[in-house]
């Protein structure tokens, strides 16, 4: 397992460049199950842990995927399989997404129930109800999830706005003839983007992006060309880390209106925040203000910027409040930030940040992949060397991470064992 190894306490200074969004071309790749014919992504962070097991699992089920820089060309030249293999399913969780499209295609499907970050109970109980609502049958059998019988058009409300329920939902009544309205769905831009691939193809989507989104379907969809959009939560960490460093960072192809909450909560914070057309500028001096936040789906607070943010409101002077509202157990790192000498409080799903005039380098540990992002800012502004273990928790959903901070100027390498 490999390490990053930081000398910290340096200002990051100059240009990243935002690479495309993960949340977002992980359904989308996995929308391509819906036609035959040839697609083509661009924008897509290729070289990111759960973007190469995402085409592994599509390789699996019979696609042909080929690769070249951050384009991916995906067309089929032999029937696809109906069940998705254990070995990859179980690493990510995204990949119960092969459910919607291979049950709208084919009339059944077997996938494993779905693994990913340690970060809760997570179930797939929505996805499982939507199906239902729209004619599918199921069964678990073996740790498997098993759907059949065809789907038809229909109404389905969610419990709660659910990313993955939204995208699952969303592409298998696109292959289904006839009008699905998906209400109380989720409104995240990745959600939107998903939704204008789909549309690309050939079905009819309004209001993805909205709380009830309409799809009128068809069970013949085309291939399409489509680039994915910058990643929120990549430019919200790196933002978080310029902050924190107290330096100055232009981060080039990001897209403000995607962060409009993390925004509006920096310059409560004192962080200048300038935005422009394809690019956002922060800069910081001295400590920040204490902000409280509260998770919530979007336009609310992200929940994966949650722990950044908690690294940022370490250094505060004064006591600021988190609660997370999106899911539970998802203050692992609280325990390696107080290694580093910050003083965290938890009560339930609520933690109390008691800011401190500065981190220490230490040795800590990855819990998973916005707890990796976490330790790494906190690692960035403290003085001394900090060690990061179990950084492929950080490989799953930051494309060159190491490469881009030194590029900034940070002090950081990685050691592979």
Avoid at 68 to 96: E, N
């Amino acid at each position: 397992m490999d390490r990053f190894v930081i000398d910290g306490g340096r200002p990051l200074r100059g240009t990243i460049r935002i690479s495309g969004a993960k949340n977002a071309a992980l359904p989308i790749l996995i929308a391509t199950l819906l036609t035959d014919e040839p697609c083509l992504l661009e924008n897509v962070p290729t070289k990111l842990r759960d973007i190469r097991l995402t085409i592994r699992v599509l390789e699996a089920i019979g696609k042909c995927v080929d690769v070249s820089g951050s384009r991916v060309f995906v067309h089929a030249d032999k029937p696809l399989k109906t069940r998705a293999p254990y070995d990859l399913v179980k690493q990510m969780r995204a990949s119960v997404l092969v459910a919607g499209p291979l049950l709208a295609r084919f009339g059944w499907v077997r996938v494993p129930i779905p693994g990913g970050c340690a970060i809760g109970v997570r179930p797939i109980d929505i996805h499982i109800k939507g199906f239902e609502d729209l004619g599918a049958r199921r069964v678990l059998e073996q740790g498997d999830l098993i759907l059949d019988s065809p789907l038809r058009p229909g109404r389905v409300r969610f419990k709660f706005p659910s990313v993955g329920a939204t995208e699952n939902l969303m592409m298998a009544a696109a292959a289904v003839a006839g009008t699905t309205v998906i209400v109380n769905a989720a409104r995240e831009p990745e959600i939107e983007d998903l939704g204008s691939f789909l549309a690309a193809m050939g079905a009819r989507v309004s209001g993805a992006g909205t709380s009830t989104v309409t799809i009128r379907g068809s069970r013949t969809l085309r291939g399409a060309k489509h680039s994915v959009i910058p990643d929120r939560i990549e430019t919200g960490t790196y933002m978080l880390a310029a902050a924190a460093t107290q330096g100055s960072l232009r981060l080039a192809g990001a897209e403000p209106a995607h962060l409009k909450a993390l925004i509006a909560k920096m310059r409560a914070a004192g962080a200048a925040v300038r935005e422009g057309r394809g690019r956002i500028a922060v800069s910081m001096k001295g400590r920040p203000r204490p902000v409280s936040v509260v998770t919530a789906p979007h336009p609310g607070f992200p929940t994966d910027l949650q722990a950044p943010w908690m690294a940022w409101m370490s250094l505060a002077q004064g006591s600021s409040r988190i609660r997370e509202e999106v899911f539970e157990n998802r203050f692992m790192h609280a325990a390696e930030l107080s290694r580093m000498g910050a003083r965290i409080a938890l009560s339930g799903e609520t933690a109390s940040v008691h800011g401190v005039p500065g981190l220490s380098g230490a040795p800590i540990m990855a819990s998973d992949l916005r707890a990796g992002a976490a330790l790494l800012v906190a690692a960035l502004a403290a003085p001394g060397r900090t060690t990061v273990q179990r950084v492929y928790h950080i490989d799953r959903g930051y494309e060159r991470i190491e490469a881009k901070l030194r590029a900034a100027g940070a002090r950081i390498r990685r050691v592979r064992r």
